[in-house]
């Protein structure tokens, strides 16, 4: 009897603990801090990526599960491996990693924190930077240490991240079952890889930032290039369209259905033309 009311309370200690120590030292432990964890990727000359992991619940090792790669926009810049999952960044971070998504289609995401001053690529010659190669080598870290279906990796980013990921669909070419990119440019250099890839672009009419004269002309040419493509822009929205974009009922149907060597013809949403809201 003794032993069943020790055994019992086991559980209740170790909740306690995981709440106290902490505490103890000074940290506060957060619903973030629990649903993604903290984690860094270390080349061999030191240099240290953040990265934020979500774990789908319930983990098993003996299934394999989709990822999706997410590119902070420029406010989620810094080392603390927090600003990527807050601020302008809170509505995708949570999105992806949300009950809502996770029921219907439980996933990896991967979040990267891009140094303060720095950036995902360089918008002029369309080559990744340090930290985006370190993102894709902390990307294969999690691979090996996971059970990670490489046939569905997905990539998205917004604003600083979006141009993140169409510098990474041409840089990393034939990795990914699909993309998307919110209020973002990019000088293409490799429109035939891009055309390899479903895209869903979304922008808004009213953009300072990104000039949505620019995006359409991108539109434009990947449309010749007959991409895999949908392209929604907002009316009177300026450069947050991620509030609209995440409460688009079709997107995570669409993602979800994407899988890289896929048959155009199978995958929702396929060649649909720009849409405006």
């Known amino acids: 009897m003794k032993k069943r009311m020790i055994c019992s309370k086991a559980p209740i200690l170790l909740m306690l603990a995981l709440i106290l120590v902490p505490l103890a030292f000074g940290g506060q432990l957060t619903k973030d801090d629990i649903e993604f964890r903290k984690k860094a990727y270390v ?5 240290r990526l953040p990265y934020r992991l979500y774990v789908p619940l319930g983990y098993d090792a003996n299934r394999k ?3 999706l790669l997410w590119l902070h926009g420029g406010d989620g810049r810094g080392s603390d491996n927090v600003r990527q999952l807050n601020g302008g960044n809170q509505i995708p971070a949570h999105f992806w990693a949300g009950e809502a998504v996770q029921l219907k289609f439980p996933m990896f995401v991967l979040l990267p924190q ?9 918008p002029d010659l369309n080559q990744p930077t340090k930290w985006l190669e370190m993102t894709m080598r902390a990307l294969a870290d999690v691979e090996k240490e996971f059970s990670i279906d490489t046939e569905r990796l997905y990539l998205a980013g917004q604003s600083m991240g979006g141009l993140g990921v ?7 070419p034939g990795q ?9 440019y990019d000088n293409f250099t490799d429109l035939p890889v891009l055309a390899q890839t479903p895209l869903w672009v979304f922008q808004g009419d009213q953009d300072e930032t990104v000039p949505v004269t620019l995006v359409r002309a991108m539109m434009k040419q990947l449309n010749k290039a007959h991409a895999n493509l949908r392209y929604t822009e907002y009316r009177k929205t300026d450069h947050e369209v991620w509030k609209k974009a995440f409460a688009e009922p079709d997107l995570l149907l669409w993602l979800s259905a994407q899988k890289r060597g896929q048959p155009a013809g199978g995958q929702v949403g396929t ?3 720009p849409a405006t809201h």
């Open 65 to 67: 599960y989709p990822l």
């Open 176 to 184: 990914w079952a699909a993309a998307v990119i919110l209020s973002a």
């Open 166 to 172: 169409w510098s990474t669909l041409q840089a990393y």
């Open 43 to 47: 080349d061999k000359k030191g240099e």
């Open 114 to 122: 891009c140094p303060s001053g720095d950036n995902w690529s360089d």
């Open 271 to 273: 060649g649909a033309s």
